[in-house]
C-alpha cells in the first residue's frame, strides 16, 4: 500500500478544521470540506488566529505559515474535495445515520485505493466500516481536542480492517506529528474516553451529592493529580452536548442506566449551555473567551 500522501478532512467543525491544519503544517496537500459557509468562515477565523500566534511565539516562521495556509484548501463540493485523497478522515456530527450516509457517498467518490477514516468518539469500527462499500479499508482515527495541541491520535481497527491499512494509517499518524496508539480490538470510549469518562462520572457524582462544588472538583484534579484541566474545564472545552449525545446513544444500546446522560449534563444541555463555544456550561466565559465564573 503506497504511503498517504494527499489528505481530505470532511466536516469543518473544531476538530475537522484543527485536524486539517495539523496535516497542512506537516507538509501534506489537504482539503477540508464543509458546505455550511458559517463554519468554513469560523474554521479560516480561528486557524489563521492560532497561525499568526505560532508566528509570533516563534513556532512558525511566516515562510513555514504561508506554506500551510497554501497546503490547505476549503473545498464546499465534496466530490472534488475527495476526489484525489489517499486518506479521508470524517469529522462530522455525532449521528450514525449521517456518518454512515456520509461513508457511503465516500466509498463512491475516492478512489478505490482510499483509505476512510472516521474521527468519531462515539462509534466503534464496526457500526461505520461497511457503509464504505470497502471496510479492509477502513478505521477510525480519533484526535483529542485541541487536535492542535494534543499528541495523541486513537488507531482504532475493527473485526476487518487490513493490517496494511492499520500500519499505513500509525505511519501517517506519526508523519503529521502525533504519537498514534493502537486498538487492537474495539471497545466503545476506546482508551482514553473511558478512562476519562470515569473521572468524569466521579466529579458528577461528588457534585450532584453535594459533596464538592464544580471548582473545588476542578482544583483538587489540576492541584493534587495534576491534571492540564479538571473535568467541568475540560467538558466546557470538548462542549457538554458532545459528551451528552455520547451518552445517549451508549444508553440505547445497553439500556444500563448508569450509562444514561446525568441530570446536570442534561439540564445544561436543554438549556443551551453547552460550554466554551457557547459562552456558558459549568463555568461562564467572556467574549475573549476567559473563564469568569462558576455557573452552575
Ligand atoms: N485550540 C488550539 N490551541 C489551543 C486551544 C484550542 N482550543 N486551547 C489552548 N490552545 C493552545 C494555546 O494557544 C497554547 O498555545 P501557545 O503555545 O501558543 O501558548 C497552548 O495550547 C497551551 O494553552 P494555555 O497556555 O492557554 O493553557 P494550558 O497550558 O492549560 O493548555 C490545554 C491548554 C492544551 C487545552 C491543556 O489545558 C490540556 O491539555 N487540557 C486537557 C485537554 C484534554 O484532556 N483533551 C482531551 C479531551 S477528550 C477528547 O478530545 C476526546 C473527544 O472524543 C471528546
Same mark, same amino acid.
Given at each position: 500500500?503506497?504511503?498517504?500522501?494527499?489528505?481530505?478532512?470532511?466536516?469543518?467543525?473544531?476538530?475537522?478544521?484543527?485536524?486539517?491544519?495539523?496535516?497542512?503544517?506537516?507538509?501534506?496537500?489537504?482539503?477540508?470540506?464543509?458546505?455550511?459557509?458559517?463554519?468554513?468562515?469560523?474554521?479560516?477565523?480561528?486557524?489563521?488566529?492560532?497561525?499568526?500566534?505560532?508566528?509570533?511565539?516563534?513556532?512558525?516562521?511566516?515562510?513555514?505559515?504561508?506554506?500551510?495556509?497554501?497546503?490547505?484548501?476549503?473545498?464546499?463540493?465534496?466530490?472534488?474535495?475527495?476526489?484525489?485523497?489517499?486518506?479521508?478522515?470524517?469529522?462530522?456530527?455525532?449521528?450514525?445515520?449521517?456518518?454512515?450516509?456520509?461513508?457511503?457517498?465516500?466509498?463512491?467518490?475516492?478512489?478505490?485505493?482510499?483509505?476512510?477514516?472516521?474521527?468519531?468518539?462515539?462509534?466503534?469500527?464496526?457500526?461505520?466500516?461497511?457503509?464504505? =462499500? *470497502?471496510? %479492509?479499508?477502513?478505521?477510525?482515527?480519533?484526535?483529542?481536542?485541541? $487536535?492542535? @495541541?494534543? !499528541?495523541? +491520535? /486513537?488507531?482504532?481497527?475493527?473485526?476487518?480492517?487490513?493490517?496494511?491499512?492499520?500500519?499505513?494509517?500509525?505511519?501517517?499518524?506519526?508523519?503529521?506529528?502525533?504519537?498514534?496508539?493502537?486498538?487492537?480490538?474495539?471497545?466503545?470510549?476506546?482508551?482514553?474516553?473511558?478512562?476519562?469518562?470515569?473521572?468524569?462520572?466521579?466529579?458528577?457524582?461528588?457534585?450532584?451529592?453535594?459533596?464538592?462544588?464544580?471548582?473545588?472538583?476542578?482544583?483538587?484534579?489540576?492541584?493534587?493529580?495534576?491534571?492540564?484541566?479538571?473535568?467541568?474545564?475540560?467538558?466546557?472545552?470538548?462542549?457538554?452536548?458532545?459528551?451528552?449525545?455520547?451518552?445517549? =446513544? *451508549?444508553? %440505547?444500546?445497553?439500556?444500563?442506566?448508569?450509562?444514561?446522560?446525568? $441530570?446536570? @449534563?442534561? !439540564?445544561? +444541555? /436543554?438549556?443551551?449551555?453547552?460550554?466554551?463555544?457557547?459562552?456558558?456550561?459549568?463555568?461562564?466565559?467572556?467574549?475573549?473567551?476567559?473563564?469568569?465564573?462558576?455557573?452552575?
Amino acid at each position: 500500500m503506497s504511503a498517504i500522501e494527499r489528505v481530505s478532512v470532511v466536516g469543518a467543525g473544531a476538530m475537522g478544521s484543527q485536524i486539517a491544519l495539523v496535516c497542512a503544517l506537516a507538509g501534506l496537500p489537504t482539503k477540508l470540506y464543509d458546505v455550511n459557509d458559517a463554519a468554513i468562515e469560523k474554521a479560516t477565523t480561528s486557524l489563521q488566529a492560532w497561525l499568526e500566534r505560532s508566528v509570533r511565539k516563534g513556532r512558525l516562521t511566516t515562510a513555514e505559515r504561508d506554506a500551510a495556509w497554501a497546503r490547505l484548501q476549503f473545498d464546499q463540493d465534496l466530490a472534488s474535495a475527495v476526489a484525489d485523497a489517499d486518506l479521508v478522515i470524517e469529522a462530522v456530527v455525532e449521528k450514525l445515520e449521517v456518518k454512515r450516509s456520509l461513508l457511503e457517498e465516500l466509498g463512491r467518490l475516492t478512489v478505490p485505493e482510499a483509505l476512510l477514516s472516521s474521527n468519531t468518539s462515539s462509534f466503534v469500527p464496526s457500526r461505520l466500516a461497511d457503509a464504505t =462499500g *470497502r471496510p %479492509a479499508q477502513f478505521a477510525n482515527l480519533h484526535f483529542f481536542n485541541p $487536535a492542535l @495541541v494534543m !499528541a495523541c +491520535v /486513537e488507531v482504532v481497527r475493527g473485526p476487518e480492517t487490513a493490517d496494511a491499512t492499520v500500519a499505513a494509517m500509525m505511519d501517517f499518524t506519526k508523519r503529521i506529528g502525533k504519537s498514534p496508539v493502537l486498538l487492537e480490538k474495539e471497545i466503545p470510549g476506546f482508551i482514553a474516553n473511558r478512562i476519562l469518562n470515569a473521572v468524569r462520572d466521579e466529579a458528577i457524582y461528588l457534585l450532584e451529592n453535594g459533596y464538592a462544588s464544580v471548582s473545588s472538583i476542578d482544583t483538587a484534579c489540576r492541584t493534587a493529580l495534576g491534571y492540564p484541566m479538571g473535568p467541568f474545564e475540560l467538558m466546557d472545552l470538548t462542549g457538554i452536548d458532545i459528551g451528552y449525545y455520547t451518552k445517549l =446513544g *451508549r444508553f %440505547a444500546e445497553t439500556g444500563d442506566p448508569t450509562d444514561k446522560p446525568s $441530570a446536570t @449534563v442534561t !439540564a445544561l +444541555v /436543554e438549556r443551551g449551555d453547552l460550554g466554551r463555544k457557547t459562552g456558558r456550561g459549568f463555568y461562564a466565559y467572556d467574549g475573549e473567551g476567559k473563564k469568569i465564573e462558576e455557573a452552575t
